[in-house]
T-cell receptor, first 114, second 115 residues
Framework: KQEVTQIPAALSVPEGENLVLNCSFT??????LQWFRQDPGKGLTSLLLIQSSQREQTSGRLNASLDKSSGRSTLYIAASQPGDSATYLCAVTHGSSNTGKLIFGQGTTLQVKP | GAVVSQHPSRVICKSGTSVKIECRSLDFQATTMFWYRQFPKQSLMLMAT?????????EQGVEKDKFLINHASLTLSTLTVTSAHPEDSSFYICSAGQGARSPLHFGNGTRLTVT
């Protein structure tokens, strides 16, 4: 059974710091991995999507890496800002095709202090 | 960009009543939509896959007679929580995608409180 774990559960950093969020999954047979942002009481915003054949994706200050063989992904946030404060969720599509069914980690709640 | 709209954003109902939640893809057609549930301080759990023109597929442990799903058109899926109880209080979120290699887009969720 595929399980997704995110560490740490919570993180607080001062503004301007670079930071890394970690995601691990137990079964390397994934179709893709996606990072989302969730603000309190809100839905999810897709940040980055990495296909199983890719190693990383970048968007602005965000960079996500994927090491499928070791079952790990990281989300790197450069020069963090207070507006980055949110919960970040990692999710995988398990299997060899895009079923659209996502298995989520518990999330990392980030607080960036001004 | 692709947008998924969910309505209502918040609903309070009495125990025993039914509540309908709508999920719409605003600028694309979605043959498949997904319904998730999120309890406080927990992650999202997939409840069911909504298929346009056919029956929904439910995940293990989700009661299909309690959570009725209808996907009558390519842009609309509805989730009806029947005979709601306080333990059904949760955050319900739908998602839809534009294709095999596109990211999934999520609605803003519906906060259901059953009193």
């Amino acid at each position: 059974k595929q399980e997704v774990t995110q560490i740490p559960a919570a993180l607080s950093v001062p503004e301007g710091e670079n930071l890394v969020l970690n995601c691990s999954f137990t079964d390397s047979a994934i179709y893709n991995l996606q990072w989302f942002r969730q603000d309190p009481g809100k839905g999810l915003t897709s940040l980055l999507l990495i296909q199983s054949s890719q190693r990383e994706q970048t968007s602005g200050r965000l960079n996500a890496s994927l090491d499928k063989s070791s079952g790990r992904s990281t989300l790197y946030i450069a020069a963090s800002q207070p507006g980055d404060s949110a919960t970040y969720l990692c999710a995988v599509t398990h299997g060899s095709s895009n079923t659209g069914k996502l298995i989520f980690g518990q999330g990392t709640t980030l607080q960036v202090k001004p | 960009g692709a947008v998924v709209s969910q309505h209502p954003s918040r609903v309070i109902c009495k125990s025993g009543t039914s509540v309908k939640i709508e999920c719409r893809s605003l600028d694309f057609q979605a043959t498949t939509m997904f319904w998730y549930r999120q309890f406080p301080k927990q992650s999202l759990m997939l409840m069911a896959t909504s298929n346009e023109g056919s029956k929904a597929t439910y995940e293990q442990g989700v009661e299909k007679d309690k959570f009725l799903i209808n996907h009558a058109s390519l842009t609309l899926s509805t989730l009806t929580v029947t005979s709601a109880h306080p333990e059904d209080s949760s955050f319900y979120i739908c998602s839809a995608g534009q294709g095999a290699r596109s990211p999934l887009h999520f609605g803003n969720g519906t906060r259901l409180t059953v009193t």
